[in-house]
């Protein structure tokens, strides 16, 4: 027995050994875990550090190497400074710039009742005096700003409560949306600006053809599903990383604090709008889900109407083509905080789940731009019918249509898109389902005002181009016409002079251009002619 008892006694011997040697080699893992553990703060800020050192090294290199084309870098570093600066000083100096700041708030206020009507009548007489210049050549544009005051005429018709409108939100968009566009169509370093941006998306998206070639192969030079449509699918899944990121929740707090600013909404309403931006119709309540069951129905219907009249980022990628009352300036209502969500794990997941929402939105455009374009052609046939009785068989609504049309669907105010809008919210928030359901053909109709008068002011701002070949072919070239020296500066810009003189661009293809050169010279003198 002492015999058979003497293993197991060694074995227990043994086994403690072995325990006490693990322990012994867990204990330096241990340590260094606790170590890092317990300073946690001190490693992140020196792994920040030699982030933002690496960083520096890489912007002066890059700068230094090839400004212009590191001029991207430098505007996003610039936003970037320039945004954490603002949130730094905030924190740290807000409480003392709004005792600075209390008595010129406070004379502001006893002032307000003026101010705004004096404010009021300056922009109705610049807006008169600016409409009776401008259109004196084009009158067709009043056509579109007649078009802005029947929607708007609309909407107050078919109001719920007419006496309860607030035009401060409709007055302060408008003019918003007019600065805008005057900016954006009509000045030099807005479509400098905006054409620089375009170029930019468009290189982006252009990563698209990487999986549709792969998966549609030749067939997305041919058909337009197989090359457009794959840019939603693309974009969507981006905005969705960007989400899970909290980059996207950052930017939309910033512009629905702008929007609070100016149009006086409140915040929870300003907070969805600003995601539509971004999101879509259905995702963007998501960013005040906890504030749904507490909305009035003004507020949901402001939702609604939202997404109805936007278009998510996904959707703008593909056509690729666009509050507080003075007491709050320097303390606003409390915005509901945009927190990270959490049914995605990992960037992975997010990437997925974003592809995957892609589906509605891309049925919604191929249905929306089959029935737009074919209501579009029958109603140019009309036209066209009515025109030939008169001798004008050639009328339709397509040169301008083009460009309005643009913006006008720039929005999903269509049937389908209730549906989704019903399932979507009646999701998020069960207790408010008979409010939607009983608000949302009013949404509707809000939605597709809206988009229409976004289609009037591209309308109104609007100039198309000229056509110089007509100009050339019925002008006498004697110098007094406005139009002759734009155009003949277009094919100055299109010519090459190298002993013989050739053409580039849309002059190429002209018969006559060496004529009509040779006649800009006679009347405008340029180094081009020499």
């Known amino acids: 027995m002492a015999y058979q008892e003497e293993p197991a006694s060694s074995e227990k011997t043994s086994g403690k050994r072995f325990g006490l040697q693990k322990i ?18 001190t490693f992140k800020h020196i792994g920040l550090g030699i982030l933002g050192a690496g960083f520096v090294a890489f912007f002066i290199a890059a700068c230094v190497m090839n400004f212009e084309r590191s001029i991207g870098l430098v505007v996003l570093t610039c936003l970037a400074v320039a945004s954490k600066a603002y949130d730094l000083l905030k924190k740290y100096k807000g409480d003392s ?39 004196s050549q084009r009158p067709e544009q009043l056509i579109s700003f007649a078009g802005i005051c029947v929607f708007v005429l609309l909407s107050y018709i078919f109001s719920a409560n007419r006496p309860a409108v607030s035009w401060r939100p409709v007055l302060w968009g408008l003019g918003m949306q007019f600065c805008i566009g005057l900016f954006v169509i ?16 468009q290189i982006f998206l252009n990563y698209t053809k990487a999986g549709s070639s792969f998966v549609f192969g030749e067939l997305i030079s041919d058909i337009f599903a197989f090359q457009a449509l794959p840019i939603v699918v693309f974009f969507s899944s981006v905005v969705s990383v960007l989400y899970y990121l909290g980059l996207m929740q950052w930017l939309i707090v910033k512009i629905s604090w702008v929007m609070q600013l100016t149009l006086g909404t409140t915040a929870t309403e300003t907070l969805s709008v600003a995601g539509n931006i971004f999101i879509g119709q259905t995702e963007a309540p998501l960013l005040i889900r906890p504030y749904l069951k507490d909305m009035t129905e003004s507020e949901i219907h402001a939702v609604m109407t939202g997404g109805f009249a936007t278009i998510a980022g996904s ?17 606003p209502p409390k915005s509901p905080k945009v927190r990270r969500g959490h ?22 455009i191929v249905v929306n731009l089959i029935s737009f374009l074919a209501i579009l052609e029958f109603i140019n ?27 006008a669907l ?41 988009s229409f008068i976004n289609a009037c002011v591209a309308g109104v701002l609007f100039v198309p181009p000229l056509d110089c070949l007509s100009i050339f072919r019925t002008s006498v070239f004697n110098g007094t016409e406005g139009n002759i020296q734009t155009c003949c500066s277009d094919l100055y810009a299109s010519t090459v002079n190298n002993g013989n003189i050739t053409f580039i661009g849309s002059w190429t293809a002209v018969t006559n251009a060496t004529q009509y050169f040779t006649q800009c010279c006679g009347i405008y003198e340029a180094q081009i002619c020499k």
């Open 24 to 41: 012994r080699t867990g204990n330096p893992l241990n340590a260094t875990e606790n170590y890092i553990n317990a300073h946690s703060k």
């Open 97 to 135: 710039f709004q005792r600075c700041l209390a008595p010129t708030v406070s004379l502001f206020q006893k002032n307000l009742r003026w101010i705004k009507w004096v404010f009021i009548a300056s922009a109705v007489v610049l807006l008169i005096v600016w409409l009776a210049l401008d259109t």
């Open 186 to 201: 009509r000045s030099e370093p807005g479509l400098i600006a905006f054409k620089w941006l375009g170029d930019q998306v």
């Open 315 to 331: 959707v703008m990628g593909a056509f690729i083509s666009f509050g507080v009352s003075a007491a709050d300036f320097l303390l």
């Open 343 to 364: 049914c995605d794990r990992n960037v992975l997941e997010a990437a997925s789940n974003g592809a995957s929402a892609s589906i509605g939105l891309v049925a919604n």
């Open 381 to 407: 046939a009309i036209l066209r019918w009515l025109g030939g009785m008169v001798g004008y068989p050639y009328v339709s609504f397509q040169v301008r249509s083009e460009i309005i049309s643009t913006y």
């Open 410 to 450: 720039c929005g999903f105010a269509n049937i389908s898109s209730m549906g989704m809008v019903m399932g979507g919210l009646a999701s998020i928030c069960p207790a408010k389902k008979q409010v939607i359901a009983a608000l949302v053909v009013r949404a509707l109709f809000a939605g597709t005002c809206a």
